[in-house]
């Protein structure tokens, strides 16, 4: 089968995107597969594939000026070129806006070419932090109480330190659309309240403060319709960052994580129903908290995660006796079916 596997993008999650797709590109070509690396972000002028993979995680997103040069626009010339002629499935592995929202899934459907993972509406609503945690509540997943609001239409002299006051401290300042901990701030106190916004206001138009909750951080991996077994994350000091992330060493997995299992598997319940709720498929993560009170606090649910050597997904698959090619080949199963 003829599958563009598309990763890198224009997020700042391009670097982890390459890391991930030169797993799964070395993992389909393994499964037999004719495999071609796109890189939307450079449009219908791709790089040397080798140029391309041998750009490596750092411990720190890429800046917002090297970002800049990688316009969104260049997705549209990218699908619409005769690199994807042929093109019988789409391995979708970019992370971030554009690549997870579905922006490039749109662009795909317009050009009828099969995808894998959750369409286009799922897509959007998984990477809207927001609108995520109203649908969490609509289907009775707990999630920690928050406050959001538009960095154009709200002023920040009268926005929120009022509200965020109620919600209390510690807490935690998101941008809405981003994901690997990218601008994420523990805020301790309102005095450094305001840093912290004006951090996640470069990255998104629309800023989320969520109680903080401390306890064990937990997260399930979903295949098709089964979840995998419970990962806990330890970093090692601080909280779970990009540079805890993707810096080997710098954090603990502990898989099957060490809990109760009446609680691994409420959370594998929970997570497999909250994932089918906003209408996911094919494969994803869920992202929990679980508080001092017993009750497991939802995050967030990832439609792309990660499928580098320090991903998840892949060490949860592991636990569950999948090896890395077939978690691959079994995605590509999951897609061909409208799995």
Not at 204 to 227: H, M, R
């Amino acid at each position: 089968m003829k599958i563009a596997v598309l990763l890198g993008g224009s997020s700042p999650e391009r670097l982890v995107s390459i890391a991930s797709g030169k797993g799964v590109i070395s993992a389909l070509r393994e499964l037999g597969h004719d495999v071609t690396a796109v890189d939307p972000g450079l449009g219908a002028d791709q790089i040397p594939e080798s140029e391309l993979l041998s750009q490596a995680v750092g411990t720190t997103p890429p800046t917002q000026e090297f970002l800049s040069r990688l316009s969104p626009r260049n997705y549209i010339a990218a699908v619409e070129s005769d690199i994807f002629d042929g093109v019988d499935l789409a391995f979708i592995i970019l992370h971030g806006k554009w690549g997870e929202d579905g922006i490039v899934q749109s662009l795909l459907e317009l050009r009828g070419i099969p995808y894998t993972g959750s369409g286009v509406m799922a897509s959007a609503i998984a990477m809207d932090k927001v609108m995520s945690k109203k649908l969490f509540r609509h289907h009775g997943t707990p999630t920690a109480d928050w406050y959001d609001y538009h960095v154009n239409s709200s002023p920040r002299s009268h926005v929120i330190k009022e509200d965020i006051a109620r919600i209390g401290y510690p807490n935690v300042v998101k941008p809405n659309d981003q994901g690997s901990s990218v601008a994420i701030t523990i805020v301790g106190s309102e005095a450094e309240l305001d840093i912290a916004l004006d951090e996640a206001e470069k990255f998104s138009e629309i800023v989320l403060v969520e109680k903080f909750v401390t306890g064990a951080e937990l997260t399930v991996g979903i295949l098709g319709d089964d979840p995998l077994p419970v990962i806990e994350i330890r970093p090692h000091g601080g909280f779970y960052d990009y540079h805890h992330k993707y810096t080997k060493g710098m954090t603990d997995y502990l898989v099957p994580a060490p809990i109760d299992k009446a609680l691994a598997m409420r959370l594998q319940d929970i997570s497999l129903n909250t994932f089918k709720a906003l209408g996911c498929k094919g494969f994803g993560r869920v992202d929990f908290r679980v508080g001092a009170d017993g009750i497991p606090y939802c995050l967030e649910v990832n439609t792309i995660p990660g499928m580098t050597e320090t991903s998840l997904v892949p060490k949860a698959a592991a636990a569950a006796g999948i090896s890395f090619k077939d978690l691959v080949g079994r995605i590509v199963e999951l897609s061909l079916h409208g799995k």
